[in-house]
């Protein structure tokens, strides 16, 4: 499996040459390694999430959390608020996508991070 940057750069080297057909294949590859991070995140798989970030992709995108949400993955979801996801946005999905137990999670993360910021404060 290629990093999606490798593939990007063959895209980028591809186009101007107007080789459409070779553009078109590294199309598919790209979108593939997609859906192989959305399946691994649906199925709550955090070992091929794991494996399929060192080819680039992350975790944190939004339609990779709005994903977690749907598939009520708390798993994944509090690894990617682990990983840098900010809160709010996931609150935010959580309350859009109706999602009650994560929406609650969240704003309890939310508040311990926000009551261990104040103590260190002092």
């Known amino acids: 499996m290629r990093s999606l940057k490798e593939i990007e750069e063959e895209m980028d080297r591809n186009v101007p ?11 598919d590859e790209h979108g593939n390694t997609m859906d192989e991070m959305f399946k ?5 798989d955090l070992d091929r999430i794991y494996y399929l970030e060192q080819f680039g992709l992350d975790m ?4 990779f959390v709005v994903a977690a949400v749907r598939n009520d993955q708390l798993m ?20 859009r996508e109706g ?13 311990i991070e926000a009551r261990n910021a104040s103590r260190s404060i002092k």
């Open 17 to 27: 040459l107007g080789n459409i057909g070779k553009v078109m294949d590294l199309v």
């Open 99 to 111: 999602n009650q137990l994560i929406w609650n999670w969240a704003k309890c993360w939310k508040s």
């Open 60 to 63: 944190t995108g939004e339609s």
């Open 40 to 44: 691994a995140i649906i199925d709550g």
């Open 76 to 95: 994944v979801v509090a690894n990617q608020v682990r990983r840098g996801l900010d809160v709010d946005l996931l609150i935010a999905i959580a309350e």
